[in-house]
């Protein structure tokens, strides 16, 4: 769990400062507010869907970028792992995404990344984000104080589709 954790913050850390890698994420295709990625890693090949969100709120919150990922690693045999960042460390346990009546608690997280580490949870969010139109994820900062990220879920089985066949 800690190499997966340590994974996760050192890629999307250096992906959202747009540091240069050994190797850059290559566009596999932008569908509407989504985009599917893939790149190696040195250990094997890494695919993603990511997205931005659409509104952020309180607006005068200085943050970095808020960010929504599925990924797949094929050597590691992960599938659907979604994972978010609101741009900045998050109070444990305070991620939650909401779409209609459902409700799903990102319940890890290290620094500025959460995570939904059940796998049985995350194909559940999954299935709702093919169906929405939009998922809001809300949080806490470690003061505690709130955000609300929106996101369009518009394109969302296409690049999700795109990533998933990619590391197939």
């Given at each position: 769990?800690?190499?997966k954790?340590?994974f996760?913050?050192?890629f ?23 985009e599917?990625?893939?790149y190696?890693d040195?250990?094997?090949?890494v ?45 444990q ?7 209609g ?10 620094g500025k ?28 900062d ?12 518009m394109g969302?089985t ?8 990619s590391?197939a």
């Amino acid at each position: 769990m800690t190499k997966k954790i340590l994974f996760i913050c050192i890629f999307f850390a250096g992906f959202l400062s747009k540091a240069t890698f050994a190797v850059e994420p290559k566009s596999l295709g932008k569908y509407k507010n989504w985009e599917s990625f893939v790149y190696n890693d040195g250990k094997g090949k890494v695919c993603f869907a990511q997205t931005i969100p659409t509104e952020r709120s309180p607006k005068n919150f200085k943050r970095d970028e808020s960010r929504l990922f599925v990924t797949f690693r094929k050597e590691e045999k992960i599938k659907n792992e979604i994972s978010t960042t609101s741009g900045y460390a998050y109070k444990q346990s305070s991620v939650i995404a909401n779409s209609g009546k459902n409700q799903f608690l990102f319940s890890e997280s290290q620094g500025k990344f959460a995570w939904i580490p059940d796998g049985e949870e995350e194909f559940n969010l999954i299935k709702i984000m093919k169906k929405a139109s939009k998922l809001s994820i809300s949080a806490s900062d470690l003061s505690g104080k709130k955000t609300k990220d929106l996101y369009s879920m518009m394109g969302f089985t296409k690049a999700y589709n795109t990533a998933k066949k990619s590391c197939a």
